[in-house]
Nanobody, 121 residues
Framework: QVQLVESGGGLVQAGGSLRLSCAAS???????MGWYRQAPGKQRELVAS???????NYADSVKGRFTISRDNAKHTVYLQMNSLKPEDTAVYFC????????????????WGQGTQVTVSS
């Protein structure tokens, strides 16, 4: 019953910034939240993840440029993307690994529908 909805994608020039949001409706408590991306013709990859206690990790390709954060009260995870490159162009997906729902059940490995990020040269 939990639904992940991403927002904030769009078209931006190289060097620009975007802020992605992912809200998890129907949730009470969420374990790890993360952002993945899939570029045209490429495999889906982990971009960044964050634990409930705010411990983070990043792909080497985005370290120093992207920042992941979360608001546990709002059940929302964010990805601030700065200094964007054309290589960042992809569909970005929100993911949670485990969530305790308002229906008092556990749900695992949930995905949003994705939001398109396009970075032009």
């Amino acid at each position: 019953q939990v639904q992940l909805v991403e927002s904030g994608g769009g078209l931006v020039q190289a060097g620009g910034s975007l802020r992605l949001s992912c809200a998890a409706s129907g949730s009470i408590s969420i374990n790890v939240m993360g952002w993945y991306r899939q570029a045209p013709g490429k495999q889906r990859e982990l971009v960044a993840s964050i634990t409930r206690g705010a411990s983070t990790n990043y792909a080497d390709s985005v370290k120093g440029r992207f920042t992941i954060s979360r608001d546990n009260a709002k059940h929302t995870v964010y990805l601030q993307m700065n200094s964007l490159k054309p290589e960042d162009t992809a569909v970005y997906f929100c993911n949670v690994d485990r969530v305790w729902t308002v229906g008092l059940t556990w749900e695992y490995d949930l995905w949003g529908q994705g939001t398109q990020v396009t970075v032009s040269s």
